[in-house]
Nanobody, 117 residues
Framework: QVQLVESGGGLVQAGGSLRLSCVAS????????MGWYRQAPGRQRELVAT?????????ADSVKGRFTISRDNAKNTVTVYLQMDSLRPDDTAVYYC?????????WGQGTQVTVSS
């Protein structure tokens, strides 16, 4: 069973920064693309950013220039980061990590990000 452990959420004022982390610690050689998604209350889950095994990145238009996704492929773990700068109140959501492992998608438990105005 693949497990994704997320951390780094919290409360921040508008204009501030947070960094989210997501660690996959099993089947690391089969981890393909990873990404971050978010879901605000009353809204559908939406893509924030993705990164392939070759570190090609893709961003939602709403976060381009403010968020940066990166990835660290270590021997026994794969970690994906989301550096979030210039945060805005409309970035408030539960952020979920997703990993494609061996052709199957796995999700983390989610971490709350709240941006106050």
């Amino acid at each position: 069973q693949v497990q994704l452990v997320e951390s780094g959420g919290g409360l921040v004022q508008a204009g501030g920064s947070l960094r989210l982390s997501c660690v996959a610690s099993r089947y690391v050689f089969s981890v393909n693309a990873m990404g971050w998604y978010r879901q605000a209350p009353g809204r559908q889950r939406e893509l924030v950013a993705t990164i392939t095994r070759a570190t090609t990145t893709n961003y939602a238009d709403s976060v381009k220039g403010r968020f940066t996704i990166s990835r660290d492929n270590a021997k026994n773990t794969v970690t994906v980061y989301l550096q979030m700068d210039s945060l805005r109140p409309d970035d408030t959501a539960v952020y979920y990590c997703k990993a494609n492992v061996g052709g199957y998608d796995y999700w983390g438990q989610g971490t709350q990000v709240t941006v106050s105005s």
